[in-house]
């Protein structure tokens, strides 16, 4: 079974650019979440999303925009970029909007901001 | 708002030593609690989970026992080995307008030698 799958897995862009990355979470899940790992830091929640709406964000400006599309799968928008925006954004899926339970990473997309 | 702290690493460690890792946290409500463990070159998974006071999670000779009463989740494993050589992720999870988000510590860099 495919797991969480994420798209590109590497990328270069400047400041001022816009990127799109993609994900793609385990068949049958409906919550797909998004993070941002720093080097040498956990995970930072930025967005939820089930059944296509908006269920949860982090402290992000508006910068960063996500949405769902019916075959729960997702994209996250970043706009205007800084250098510290850097990071790795990974992608995780789980079944329920209210499921607390196990959370299933993608590998990230790594995002170089030059 | 809610927090999860964790020792700082790296832990260098001989084969068949014992491990503790700690961590607290601070939450508003009552949430679930997890080990993430995030190999070299790999994804994050979960390594284990802890819902209520006093559950202990368990998997891979690791466990962590939920104490609300010192709001911790401390990480042991009774012997280690080289392949548990890792980054360590403390999490919790709770329900959040009408979604949950899942807020990870820092992580903690675990080093066995043989």
């Known amino acids: 079974d495919a797991g969480v799958t994420q798209s590109p897995t590497h990328l270069i862009k400047t400041r001022g650019q816009h990127v799109t990355l993609r994900c793609s979470p385990i068949s049958g899940h409906k919550s797909v979440s998004w993070y941002q790992q720093v080097l040498g830091q956990g995970p930072q929640f930025i967005f939820q999303y089930y059944e296509k709406e908006e269920r949860g964000r982090g402290n992000f400006p508006d910068r960063f925009s996500a949405r769902q599309f019916p075959n729960y799968s997702s994209e996250l928008n970043v706009n205007a970029l800084l250098l510290g925006d850097s990071a790795l954004y990974l992608c995780a899926s789980s079944f329920l909007a209210r499921d607390t339970g196990e959370l299933f990473f993608g590998e990230g997309s790594r995002l170089t901001v030059l | 708002g809610d927090s999860v702290t964790q020792m700082e690493g790296p832990v260098t460690l001989s084969e068949e030593a014992f491990l503790t890792i700690n961590c607290t946290y601070t939450a508003t409500g009552y949430p679930s609690l997890f080990w993430y463990v995030q190999y070299p070159g790999e994804g994050l998974q979960l390594l284990l989970k802890a819902t209520k006071a006093d559950d202990k999670g368990s998997n891979k000779g690791f466990e962590a026992t939920y104490r609300k009463e010192t709001t911790s989740f401390h990480l042991e494993k009774g012997s280690v080995q080289v392949s548990d050589s890792a980054v360590y992720f403390c999490?919790?999870?709770?329900?959040?307008?009408?979604?949950?988000?899942?807020?990870f510590g820092a992580g903690t860099r675990l080093f066995v030698k043989a």
């Open positions: 999490a919790l999870s709770e329900v959040d307008t009408g979604g949950f988000k899942t807020i």
